[in-house]
């Protein structure tokens, strides 16, 4: 389902809008974070989701990635170590330990990816 969207020129936020304002007879509309009038009508995709942060959450939010950097690199050498692992009969000892350390190195990707973001 679409949703109507406007997004500030200023402060980039994005939020939700009634249909009426679409038909030019409500009263201009500002925004909601922080209270511009510089608004462009966007259209939200099915698969588009957004978020809007705070300049204090952000800086948290990049703070506690930063801080737990080491944790997740110590938990996919971990799963990669103990993948490896041999039973005393010559077999893996930790099977599900392979998918994990994959799931380490997307996770890692990914957050990547977001601090690149904010």
Not at 18 to 37: A, M, R
Not at 45 to 61: M, P, W
Not at 84 to 111: C, H, Q, R, V, Y
Request: proline share 2%; with cysteine; net charge negative.
């Amino acid at each position: 389902m679409k949703k109507n969207l406007l997004q500030c020129e200023i402060c980039r936020g994005v939020f939700e809008v009634s249909k009426g304002f679409f038909n030019g007879k409500d009263d201009p509309i500002f925004c909601t974070f922080c209270g511009k009038d510089k608004l462009t009508i966007e259209q939200e995709n099915d698969y588009t989701q957004g978020i809007n942060l705070t300049s204090e959450q952000r800086a948290f939010l990049k703070t506690f990635l930063l801080m737990t950097t080491r944790y997740r690199e110590g938990e996919l050498k971990a799963s990669i170590a103990l993948s490896k692992e041999l039973d005393e009969n010559g077999n893996i000892k930790f099977p599900n330990m392979a998918a994990n350390a994959d799931w380490w190195k997307e996770a890692i990707s990914i957050i990547q990816e977001i601090q690149d973001i904010i």
